[in-house]
Nanobody, 125 residues
């Protein structure tokens, strides 16, 4: 099982980025995918999650209305569209997978089974 996050970079406040999480070695269709982030000196936090079918999505309050998660199971890729970026969005972003559902615990990193290497997002004011 491998997950590869990409798409990070440096942008000014108000800008946009689209992160991608490419899956390999397993059937993405059966997995919930979550995006998490970790800023320097802070704990890892859940940003967004999407169920295996894509029918349910979840967002942290801090990103609601600005970030959109989506998935293309045929391409084995999950996306995180990030708009209206703020300096406080600066962090390393990780994607993670868990077979089945995670429900209300989606924002807890301990429920996820597989993790990819992160991609750095830096937002300047």
């Amino acid at each position: 099982v491998q997950l590869q996050a990409s798409g990070g970079g440096s942008v000014q406040a108000g800008g946009s980025l689209r992160l991608s999480c490419a899956a390999s070695g397993f059937t993405l269709d059966y997995y919930t995918i979550g995006w998490f982030r970790q800023a320097p000196g802070k704990e890892r936090e859940g940003v967004s999650s999407i169920t295996s079918s894509g029918s349910n999505t979840y967002y942290a309050d801090s990103v609601k209305g600005r970030f959109t998660i989506s998935r293309d199971n045929a391409k084995k890729t999950v996306y995180l569209q990030m708009n209206s970026l703020k300096p406080e969005d600066t962090a390393v972003y990780y994607c993670a997978a868990r077979r089945g559902t995670v429900g209300s615990k989606w924002h807890h990193s301990y429920v996820m089974d597989y993790w990819g290497k992160g991609t750095q997002v830096t937002v300047s004011s």
